[in-house]
């Protein structure tokens, strides 16, 4: 059987002018007799290098992978919007692409005209989009505006209408370019109905998306593009795992860069006098200071933090963590002379910079008899029941009093990644109960 | 090429619909809605009329009178001509959001801004038939058989460099500019508020190089001068150029076809 949608070695590159160049016209062109040269690019940008695959038909194939890796640019290569520089595609059947939706609606006319001219755009014929014409009205629920002029419409009326156009134009393969954020939850809904129903009809459907949930639940296949490559391919969950290990990675790395940028630029200023506000542990500071979320570091350096890293399940210091791994927060502290007088402090704050947790080892009473020379403090979490988000920490060495010695504020974050879109700054460990007749469907993935 | 060219028979429908959906939005929200379409023409009439037959009286010999006529038989083609290629050299960039984003063969939109206007040019010539009973014209019903013939020429001549211009301005985008010059210049050039009689030998010459010149003359020969049409020769010669300017500009339109996603 021939594949619906086959894509070989596919290259595209961007060209790009000079701004000079850009401001370059008809008659300075003619003037210098540069017309010719002017219509060459002084510079190309690759958006897709050698990409193959191909999509047998009646399958669902997703497409994820960065901003600017080049699956948008795929997408109008197939949809025979763009040519190509190299390599081939072919499709098999009429092609629908949802890229924009309403394309081409014009605002003074009336969506009952635009519906037709749209239709026709789309390769209907007049006859066809009359017996479809209640349906399309009915899926974009405007019964009654369609006899407004489109510009009277709001955005969500409007991409609606375009997309019940263009779900109704009944293609053979479907082209569908993050489009599915249109109008309230139930229209969410009522389109992925339609794809179901499409993919009951054995048609191809290709998806370009961030929402990585659709493609594991709703893709048979997936790619996964990195900067115009074709990084993987094939079973959705695989090429999701991959994909995600690959973003958490460039995260971490992200991280790391902005965390060594800031703890050197601490150093760099830290003043060594002790008139800084204390630990917010303690209690005794004003609330205030809490949300201040000024970074830096501060104290007498009589004991010093010399190094701070978290550390997740894989034994590994890491900035990115998956929600309810257990994590441990290890500082090498250095005592320049023995004490008798030390706190340790953990605060953490979520990237609004309000406080989390705080704590220090006073308030859990312990009572400091001596520290001296090197040593090591590690602090366990045993499940980071956290949402998803970016959070920073707070790490501290202080007298009782509060007099610093070593403060570092906010100087380390991390990100914890969910897979439960929940949402809030707490997630107490829970779970449901029902009683009487409420029943679910099986788990949906 | 050929392919292409065949792939707009396909397209008719489209064009169809276009050309209608042009022609609703142009006159929606205005008062006198389409009936704008008769008084454009009228109220340019009245203005030519009134600066060459009160202003400056006696400019104009008596083979041109009545003179109203007489003008109006030139700018009805001119508008056509002038509008279709000052909107089709606008018309890709306006359209940019089709053609990057819609499955969409891009020649569509020039040709619909020829035929929009062509239909303008129709809508005016029930005024040009009130003038010509008005002043009682006699008029040859087999000169008239000349009438679609000129139409036809016209029409392919304007199609072709409205193709080139709008294919051009995506890559050039002064060229809306120099067009609005070049216009009034090629206006006072063509035989329109003159009879090409008037000009003296040394300018005719050059005026004789002037596609719409022999355009307009064959329109007036067929609506306003009395006599057989003398002007036939020149206009066959104008249906060959008009071919071969109408293959030029699809040649260029269709090499940058695939320019037009990215630049628009």
Redesign the interface.
Same mark, same amino acid.
């Given at each position: 059987m021939t594949p619906a949608i086959d894509v070989r070695n596919v290259s595209k590159v961007? /060209?790009r002018y000079a701004r000079k160049k850009q401001f370059?016209? !008809?008659?300075s062109?003619l003037l210098s007799g540069s017309l010719i040269s002017d219509?060459q690019p002084d510079e190309t940008f690759p958006a897709l290098q050698g990409v193959s695959f191909s999509v047998p038909k009646g399958c669902t194939y997703g497409v994820v992978g960065r901003n600017g890796s080049g699956k948008s640019t795929l997408l109008?290569c197939v949809? *025979?919007?763009? /040519?190509p520089n190299s390599g081939s595609v072919e499709v098999d059947g009429r +092609?629908s692409?949802l +890229? =924009?939706l309403g394309? *081409?609606f014009?605002p003074?006319?009336s969506g009952r =005209?635009n519906v037709? +001219?749209n239709g026709?755009? !789309?390769g209907l014929?007049?006859r066809e989009i009359t017996k479809r014409f209640d349906e399309i009205v009915e899926f974009a629920e405007l019964k009654d505006f369609i006899d407004a002029?489109v510009k009277t419409y709001s955005s969500g009326m409007y991409m609606r209408l375009g997309f019940a156009v263009a779900v109704h134009v009944d293609p053979e393969v479907l082209l569908i370019d993050e489009v599915l954020a249109v109008g309230d939850q139930s229209f969410t809904l009522k389109c992925l109905d339609k794809f179901a129903e499409f993919r009951r009809r054995n048609k191809t459907i290709m998806l370009v998306t961030h929402s990585l949930d659709l493609v594991e639940k709703f893709c048979d296949q997936a790619l996964w593009l990195d900067k115009g490559k074709n990084h993987g391919e094939g079973e959705p969950r695989r090429v999701v795992a991959q994909y995600l290990i690959d973003v958490g990675k460039a995260e971490e790395q992200l991280l790391a860069r902005e965390e060594a940028g800031r703890v050197a630029q601490a150093v760099a200023d830290a003043p060594v006098e002790a008139e800084r506000p204390a630990d917010p542990a303690d209690g005794g500071d004003a609330p205030a200071d809490m949300f201040k979320a000024t970074e830096g570091r501060w104290g007498t350096r009589e004991i010093e933090i010399t190094h701070a890293e978290l550390v997740g399940e894989d034994g590994e210091p890491g900035h990115v963590f998956q929600s309810g791994e257990a994590v441990r927060v290890v500082m090498k502290v250095r005592a320049h002379q023995p004490s008798n007088d030390f706190v340790f402090g953990f605060g953490l704050f979520n990237a609004d910079g309000v406080c989390c947790y705080g704590t220090n080892t006073n308030i859990e009473k312990l009572d400091p008899e001596s520290i001296s020379g090197e040593a090591e403090v590690t602090f366990h979490i045993d499940r980071l029941e956290l949402v998803e988000g970016t959070y920073r920490l707070d790490l501290a060495v202080h007298k009782v009093d509060g007099y610093p010695y070593d403060y570092h504020r906010q100087l380390y974050s991390f990100r914890v990644k969910s897979r439960t879109p929940d949402v809030g700054i707490y997630r107490p460990p829970h779970r449901w109960e029902f009683k009487g007749d409420v029943r679910w469907k099986p788990t949906r993935s | 090429m050929l392919a292409h060219l065949a792939r707009l028979v396909r397209y008719r429908?489209?064009i169809q619909?276009?050309v209608v @959906?042009d022609l609703?939005?142009r006159y @929606? %929200?205005s008062v006198l809605g389409f009936f704008w379409s008769f008084f454009n023409p009228l109220l340019l009439l009245l203005t030519y009329t009134f600066v060459f037959t009160i202003v400056l009286p006696g400019m104009h010999p008596d083979s041109v009178q009545p003179y109203a006529l007489f003008f109006f038989c030139g700018i009805l083609p001119w508008t056509w001509f002038s509008a279709s290629l000052s909107e089709a050299a606008n018309t890709l960039i306006a %359209?940019g959001?089709?053609?990057?984003?819609?499955?969409?063969p891009a020649e569509v939109l020039p040709i619909v801004a020829v035929l929009a206007n062509m239909v303008h040019f129709f809508l005016g010539l029930p005024i040009l038939v009130a003038f010509l009973i008005y002043f009682q014209r006699p008029l040859d019903p087999l000169e008239l058989l000349w009438f679609p013939v000129i139409v036809l020429v016209q029409l392919i001549f304007t199609t072709g460099l409205a193709l080139l211009l709008s294919a051009?301005t995506v890559?050039?985008r &002064?060229?809306k500019d120099?067009l609005s010059n070049l216009l009034t210049l090629w206006f006072f050039s063509t035989p329109i508020i003159y009879s090409m009689q008037m000009a003296p030998d040394s300018v005719r010459w050059w005026l004789n190089l002037n596609p719409m010149a022999h355009l307009v003359i064959s329109y007036q020969e067929v609506l306003f001068y009395v006599g057989p049409h003398g002007h036939w020769k020149w206009l066959m010669a104008m249906l060959v150029a008009s071919i071969g300017t109408f293959l030029a500009g699809y040649f260029v339109f269709d090499r940058l076809r &695939?320019s037009f996603?990215?630049e628009v």
């Open positions: 961007y /060209r370059a016209t !008809l008659k062109a219509l109008k949809a *025979g919007i763009t /040519r +092609i692409a +890229i =924009e394309a *081409g014009h003074e006319i =005209e037709f +001219i026709i755009m !789309l014929t007049k002029p | 429908g489209l619909t276009l @959906r609703k939005a @929606r %929200g %359209g959001n089709l053609i990057k984003k819609v499955l969409f051009l890559h050039f &002064d060229i120099l &695939d996603a990215e």
